[in-house]
């Protein structure tokens, strides 16, 4: 590591990646090429001989270009957003300059104390009660993913249920949720333990816009308990990944509080928003969660990854997950000063991730923070209200965050024609290349996707999209219609 060097050669990654920001709506938002592309292009083997950085940064270029998918256009409206800024970036950057491994915190102070401090700031920002942050039982940590936090958290009270109810009981350990939680906590049950059988993913619908009824949950914990089963974790969830339902928290928490479970919040996309006064009341009841996540790498500026965890009761988690080798054992640690964040997550080694947040928060300040928030859901808006005006489109649940899901719907066709026909508009619209959109099913309907949060994105990139979605339907509708007139069953093909 040659400190001039590095200047030289950091200096011209950066060129790079400036350029590529530059030119970012030149490419096909959604990469074209075809599986195993790469590896008729690139050697079989590495090379013995070191070659030039311009060398490698040509082949960026020429050959994994063409492979990247970009998340950063403005043009980029699938799944959920995943957020890069300039602070995002510098933090990320320190972090990679740094180096340090952060598990425990004698392995570098500024790491552990840092994420600390900060998670006690973001926590503020989404007025999140006091007992979450850590200057009583509780506090935050930052995990790679919200799938890791449920996976934590859900580890954390598994054992303190089977401390409670004995190492056998594993087996009437029953988990809650609804039909619409991220498929992350199917994994995290495979994952603890949980019998498959006794993971209650319960059914919604349309009636509550896909949130969980707190009368369904209180039904079947009522039926499992008289079966003799253990109810023991429910995790809601504030904005769904499907179409950003937001389960009741208040109601919900007070029925796992009746029955001792832990209740675990998921707030990964949506939780964002929630540090905006007027979207606060989504997190109205989160007073009765045990612990609460949302992921500040999808919306709020933080490149990936970082996904903030809170909990309410840390020990929970160290007894869980602490282990103490003598080969890690030191003065700080043993004489219970410091925080050892090594043991309120799955990996030992940890990056420097706060750097990132603390970055964030400080060259952008809440208030512009919130301004940001609200552009997206402005747009949004007036996504939904480009499509609310065609006659030929549907808005299949209402918008709540900046998420919009809508769907062609023709004056003919059953379900399965319908579906069929809004399969193909997304294929067509996302193979041209100008955006990107992602799908979902609810209630058996094929429903488009459009998130608005990529933080390039303006009201001329909506009216652009809506453009593109218009003119593909129109020429998909044509050739649908002359189906229907020629009497060919285009839609059982
Ligand atoms: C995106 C998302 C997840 C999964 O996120 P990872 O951080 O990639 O694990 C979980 N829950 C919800 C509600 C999400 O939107």
């Excluded at 001039?4 to 350029?19: G, P, S, T, W, Y």
């Excluded at 530059?22 to 090429?33: A, D, T, Y």
């Excluded at 056998?168 to 949720?177: D, F, Q, R, T």
Aim: aromatic share 10%; net charge negative.
């Amino acid at each position: 590591m040659d400190a001039e060097q590095l200047r030289e050669n950091a200096h011209k990654m950066v060129d790079f990646i400036a350029d590529y920001y530059k030119s970012i709506e030149s490419f096909p938002v959604l990469s074209q090429v075809e599986p195993g592309y790469l590896r008729k292009i690139i050697p079989d083997s590495a090379p013995n001989q070191p070659e030039s950085l311009q060398n490698v940064l040509d082949d960026i270029q020429a050959k994994i270009i063409p492979g990247v998918t970009h998340w950063q256009s403005p043009n980029f409206f699938g799944y959920f957003p995943s957020n890069s800024s300039i602070a995002g970036f510098l933090g990320e950057m320190l972090s990679g300059g740094l180096n340090i491994v952060g598990f425990s915190w004698v392995t570098s102070p500024a790491a552990t104390e840092l994420e600390t401090i900060v998670l006690d700031w973001l926590a503020k920002m989404l007025k999140l009660p006091e007992d979450f942050l850590s200057s009583g039982q509780g506090g935050g940590v930052i995990q790679g993913t919200a799938s890791e936090a449920v996976l934590v958290v859900l580890l954390a009270a598994r054992d303190k249920a089977l401390r409670m109810f004995g190492r056998n009981s594993i087996g009437k350990l029953v988990v809650y949720a609804s039909d619409q939680t991220h498929s992350a906590l199917r994994k995290a049950c495979q994952i603890g333990g949980i019998h498959a059988e006794n993971c209650r993913l319960l059914k919604t619908d349309s009636s509550t816009n896909y949130a969980l009824s707190p009368e369904v949950l209180t039904e079947a914990i009522s039926q499992d308990t008289a079966s003799g089963l253990v109810p023991f974790f429910l995790c809601a969830t504030v904005g769904t990944t499907s179409s950003t339902a937001v389960d009741p928290l208040l109601a919900l928490g007070k029925i796992a509080k009746d029955n001792k479970m832990w209740f675990h919040i998921d707030a990964a996309y949506a939780g964002s928003a929630c540090i905006c006064p007027e979207y606060r009341h989504y997190l109205n009841g989160v007073e009765e969660a045990d612990s609460f996540n949302m992921n500040a790498h999808k919306w709020l500026l933080t490149n990936f990854d970082c996904s903030v965890l809170w909990v309410k009761d840390r020990s929970a988690l160290i007894q869980s997950l602490s282990t103490n080798p003598e080969y890690l054992k030191n003065k700080a640690s043993e004489g219970n000063m410091v925080v050892d964040y090594k043991d309120w997550q799955i990996p030992l080694g940890r990056r420097f991730r706060s750097l990132k947040l603390w970055m964030m928060l400080r060259l952008y300040g809440q208030e512009n923070l919130l301004n940001y928030l609200r552009n997206h859901i402005e747009l949004a808006k007036y996504f939904e209200e480009l499509v609310s005006v065609d006659q030929r489109f549907e808005i299949v649940v209402p918008r709540t965050f900046s998420l919009v899901c809508f769907r062609l719907l023709p004056p003919q066709g059953d379900e399965d024609c319908i579906n069929k026909m809004n399969r193909d508009l997304l294929e067509v619209v996302n193979s041209t290349g100008k955006i990107f959109l992602s799908h979902t099913i609810l209630s058996g309907k094929y429903i488009l996707r459009l998130a608005v949060g990529a933080p390039l994105t303006e009201g001329r990139h909506i009216s652009a999209a809506w453009k593109v979605l218009q003119d593909e339907a129109t020429t998909l509708l044509e050739q649908y219609m002359k189906c229907f007139w020629e009497g060919d069953d285009e839609c059982s093909t």
